[in-house]
């Protein structure tokens, strides 16, 4: 059976009159940085406008490799773990972490509905990828910034130069684009890209980004499913002590919270 956009049921092969009933349900729907955005909720609530601004993805000075995975985790656990970095020196060792990440202090801004941290890593080694990427010889001045939006994304814009230098025709630039779609309770969509801003026409690094990137996300996704099973298990302790390190993550759960009081109060929000 073949629909249309409305719905309706505009072919049914070997039967010429189409009952009807023959409709599925149609969802506002728009393509946007290469990704197609799908509105759920009340149509007339659709706003187009509240899409985030994700050009890196096809952006022509920009080189995006991406993919999707399933995961077996709440969605906020991906959050929370994209929030605090500092998981990269313990999960990520061969690609992206290194003792740097984990010791350098972070900084944590939260606005009424944004979540940015930074965090400096001046003069510290270049972890495995940024070699494979760059050649670094000596040393690297690190940086993250990262962002969260409500209700389920995180953008990480990572930096890197030679130590002690400005020298960005030598440095590496990347935006980490994370869309955590919920699917159930205790399952996730992830949509991801890293895109960088430079070497954008050497195909070999898209194949050693790409290869890096699902190593390391599937780092991430053994250690969230994991946290979700513990939590699942009746012996499991509810108590939470919280660590400097939680700021940013405490802060986007409490976005998101007010954001879905407010929804079941019927204030609706109009994100994608
Ligand atoms: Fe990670």
Redesign the pocket.
Known sequence: MTFDCEGNCVRLPGQAVIPKAAKVRNYPLVERFGWAWIWMGDPSLADPSSIPNFFWLDHPEWKPVGGTIHCESNYFLLID??LD?S??TF??AST??NAAVADAASETEAGDATVRVRRRMPNCPPPPLFKKARNFSGNIDRSQVIDFTPPCYAVVDARAVPAGTNDTDNGIEWRVINALVPEYEGTTHYFWAVSRHFAIDNRELDEIMHKAVVH??S??IG?TEAQQKRMARPSADPKHVTIKADAAPIAARKIVSRLLHGEAAGVQTASP
């Open positions: 773990n994209l970095l998981h990269e999960l990520h992206i972490g390391t996300f780092e991430d250690m």
